[in-house]
Structure formats: structure tokens, C-alpha cells
């Protein structure tokens, strides 16, 4: 359903959970063997080889050019080449604080200051507090292997970094959006 109803649509013809054509496999991006667990152990999945299971938070691969074409209709408002996906108001709904005052904070909060959760994406609310470059408004997510996106709404503007190294993917984060807003001069 997701292929059909997204993927497909949006064109996204190089996402998927697996790739088995052996053309495409040449293209995958592989972390270094010493930088393949993520936390306390847990190790990448072979792309190459299907599973009974498909992860319901996780675990597809794409190139760059797929996951811009998603961040453009989120950005867009849901809207891509013409065609809707998503409402206004989901996707408003979507980039709202959904913790408020009734969530409490716990020691493995990815986020950090300054963001709160919306549905499936950290959302800025403070201009301030974060202590990453970046709007009121603007929401992000990354992967766990480095993959990285958010959407500034405020700039009019998304960006999609693409990487594999589990090990690295924190500082890189900060990095690549300090060096995006530093470029920003209008």
C-alpha cells in the first residue's frame, strides 16, 4: 500500500524496504565495518535480502533525488507537480506540538531544546533555545544510519543530507545546518 499510495505517486521510483535489482545494488551506500551497530547493538539490515517483516518506522532506502521530491510536497504543503497528498491542515497538524505540558522530557530525547514532537518529526518552537541554526516552525528528522532532512518553512526552503555513519550522524547534523543558514544572506 505504501508503494501505491506514496511512493508511486509521488515518484519515487528508487524507494524502497529492499533493493534486489542487482544494477541498483552497486549504488547502495554501506556504512564502514567499524561504524555498522547503532546504540546498544543493533545492526543494520542487509538491504539486498527481503524479510518477512518491513519495518513500521524505518528502513527505507532511496536516493537524494526520492527524498526531495517527499520533502517538496511537505513543503509545498502537500501538494506535488499538481497533485495533493496531504492537506493544509494535516500537514499543520502534523508540525504541531504534540507533547505540550503533558510529556515529560526523558533521558533519551532526541530532539533537544528548543523542539518539541509533532507527528513523526521534532518541530522548532523557540527561536532561541535550540542550539542548532533555524526557524520557529521549521521540523526535522533523521535516520539512524545519518540520513538527515528538515523543512524551514520560514525560508521557504528543505534540505535532504544523505549519509552512512551511524557514528557520526549527530555532529554532522549540526554542522550541515549551521554551514545552510550561514550561506543564508537574504
Known amino acids: 500500500a505504501l508503494k501505491e499510495m506514496l511512493l508511486d505517486s509521488l515518484g519515487m521510483v528508487d524507494t524502497s524496504f529492499y533493493v534486489t535489482d542487482p ?3 552497486r549504488r547502495l551506500a554501506e556504512p564502514f565495518s567499524n561504524d555498522r551497530t547503532i546504540g ?14 518491513e519495518s513500521g518506522g524505518g528502513g527505507l532506502v532511496g536516493t ?8 517538496q510536497m511537505l513543503a509545498n504543503g502537500g501538494t506535488l507537480e499538481g497533485k495533493r497528498f496531504l492537506s493544509p491542515k494535516t500537514i499543520a497538524y502534523m508540525t504541531s506540538d ?6 515529560r522530557r526523558g533521558p533519551y530525547d532526541l530532539m533537544g531544546p ?16 535550540a542550539p542548532i541554526a ?17 523543512v524551514d518553512p520560514k525560508e521557504k ?30
Request: charged share 20%; proline share 4%.
Open 98 to 103: 504534540h507533547m505540550g505540558d503533558v510529556i
Open 64 to 71: 537524494a533525488d526520492d527524498y526531495a521530491r517527499f520533502l
Open 114 to 129: 528548543g523542539y518539541r514532537f509533532g507527528l513523526g518529526f521534532a518541530v522548532r518552537t523557540d527561536a532561541g533555545v
Open 134 to 150: 533555524g526557524s520557529p516552525g521549521d521540523y526535522y528528522w533523521g535516520g539512524a544510519g545519518g540520513t538527515y532532512f528538515w
Open 40 to 53: 546498544t547493538g543493533a545492526v543494520f539490515n542487509d538491504p539486498r535480502v527481503v524479510r518477512k517483516y
Open 23 to 25: 544494477a541498483k545494488q
Open 157 to 186: 526552503m528543505f534540505v535532504v543530507f544523505m549519509m552512512q555513519s551511524p557514528s557520526k550522524r549527530v555532529p554532522y547534523r549540526s554542522l550541515i545546518r549551521n554551514m545552510v543558514y550561514a550561506a543564508i544572506v537574504e
